[in-house]
């Protein structure tokens, strides 16, 4: 079983549209949870941290769920702009903080 | 406030030669990362340094790849000799300590023939 699991993909969505990507993580040390968004040929950038209580930054709602080891990322009114990987990142719960990303989740918004 | 760095961006050689690649991490950040990222895939932490010690090279396959942060501040990657399943997206990645955000540079590119 992979340490961090997503549904590659590819969403393919028209503009405006509302788009959730889910993420299973196994380790339940895990203590931090993230989503880094990639475009292509790019690097990683972080896109927000997934806190306990769930969090928003805009059109963005990110929610965990530790008993179900479950992260979820909503992405509201869908812009061209979004089309890009979401990468799931969770760290392993040591003390060296090591992450481990998913291998991320493709999104197409489409005019 | 400049960004990560890297050297080359995009590197062509053939299997069984070596080839190093250059990290400069942004100012004051004490933790380095090296990442391989293979086509489709979420970057695999290679070796991961706090200052100039490292922490964690589990994953780093220590028969053929090195690496090095001397002076805790820049650090190089080698492949010596490298496999045509060594070709990927070699990313470098630091932050102010382990806890805090990740930032990554642009990659190097490698492609192995």
């Known amino acids: 079983r992979k340490e961090v699991e997503q549904d590659p993909g590819p969403f393919n969505v028209p503009e405006g549209a509302t788009v959730a990507f889910n993420c299973t993580y196994s380790?339940?040390?895990?203590?931090?949870f993230f989503w880094y968004r990639q475009d292509c040929r790019k690097e990683p950038k972080l896109l927000m941290s997934?806190?306990?209580s769930g969090n928003e930054d805009g059109r963005f709602t990110a929610q965990l769920n530790r008993a179900s080891q479950y992260i979820s990322l909503l992405i509201r009114d869908s812009k061209l702009s979004d089309s890009a990987t979401y990468l799931c990142?969770?760290?392993?719960?040591?003390?060296?903080?090591?992450?481990?990303f998913g291998s991320g989740t493709r999104l197409l918004v489409r005019p | 406030e400049a960004g990560v760095a890297q050297s080359p961006r995009y590197k062509i050689i053939e299997k069984r030669q070596s080839v190093a690649f250059w990290c400069n991490p942004i100012?004051?950040?004490?933790?380095l990362y090296w990442y391989q990222q293979i086509l489709g895939q979420g970057p695999k932490l290679l070796i991961q340094?706090?200052?100039?010690?490292?922490?964690?090279d589990s994953q780093l396959p220590k028969d053929r790849f090195s690496a090095e942060r001397l002076k805790g501040v820049d650090s190089t990657l080698k492949i010596q000799p490298a496999k045509l399943e060594d070709s990927a997206v070699y990313l470098c990645?630091?932050?102010?300590?382990?806890?805090?955000?990740?930032?990554f540079g642009p990659g190097t590119r490698l492609t192995v023939t």
């Open positions: 990645a630091s932050s102010l300590d382990r806890r805090y955000e990740q930032y």
């Open positions: 997934v806190y306990s």
């Open positions: 990142v969770v760290n392993t719960g040591d003390s060296s903080y090591k992450l481990i």
């Open positions: 100012s004051g950040h004490a933790t």
């Open positions: 340094f706090q200052n100039n010690g490292v922490v964690d």
């Open positions: 380790n339940s040390a895990s203590q931090s």
